[in-house]
């Protein structure tokens, strides 16, 4: 969702509430100038524009606030709608773009990127405590490559299936260290709604629909 969207959403979810206390508000101002008009000076009337004025701002807020209605309704169809056409993933291999690697099955892959200033990549998986429980040295190529886990620390004892905290980072010209690319993959297990976000369900691994990024061909 961008963050336009993401804005006025918050802004229509408010709207329910002002519209109570804009109805409040302009039932007692309108009894206020009620009792004015029966009880002002013949000598002294209310000011006519200052009054008109008055009624056009409440009249604004008012359509203002009607417009929130509209777009909460508006926006909780197409999310709605979203999550129904995201069916079709349901157990696609898909990559996406994400901080940590998806553990299903006991087999989790990672998308490098072809060897740039870098030609190697130093995988580093952690788990509770960010403790490192995984570290690989890859080779990088002329073109990007998959790393594949297989769900074992540096102790070769097998992993639980989860979200596993991953970076990836390679040594640049001169021995710095630089932060590379990468897409995580996974199989789609769900969808749901959360919130004003709606998510892709990787096992234990969740990302927003926005981090999606390709939709890799067979199971």
Not at 81 to 102: D, H, K, Y
Not at 163 to 192: D, M, Q, R
Request: proline letters at 4%; glycine letters at 10%.
């Amino acid at each position: 969702m961008s963050a336009s969207i993401a804005a006025a959403s918050a802004n229509a979810a408010t709207s329910t509430s002002q519209s109570s206390k804009f109805g409040g508000d302009f039932n007692t101002f309108l009894t206020l100038l009620t009792t004015q008009i029966k009880n002002q000076s013949p000598t002294d009337p209310l000011d006519t524009n200052q009054m008109t004025n008055q009624l056009v701002q409440f009249a604004s807020v008012e359509q203002q606030i009607a417009m929130n209605q509209n777009l909460q309704r508006l926006l909780a169809l197409e999310q709605t709608s979203q999550l129904t056409a995201s069916a079709p993933l349901i157990g696609q291999m898909v990559s996406v773009e994400a901080e940590q690697i998806t553990l299903q099955s006991g087999k989790g892959s990672l998308n490098l990127p072809a060897a740039g200033a870098s030609q190697t990549a130093l995988v580093t998986i952690q788990g509770s405590g960010n403790r490192v429980i995984r570290q690989e040295t890859v080779p990088l190529g002329n073109a990007p490559k998959t790393w594949s886990w297989d769900g074992k620390d540096s102790d070769g004892l097998a992993l639980p299936d989860g979200a596993y905290k991953v970076s990836v980072t390679g040594a640049a010209i001169g021995g710095k260290a630089e932060a590379l690319p990468f897409t995580t993959i996974g199989k789609v297990t769900g969808a749901e709604k959360a919130g004003d976000d709606l998510k892709l369900l990787l096992g234990q691994l969740q990302v927003s629909f926005d981090k999606l990024r390709k939709v890799n061909s067979g199971n």
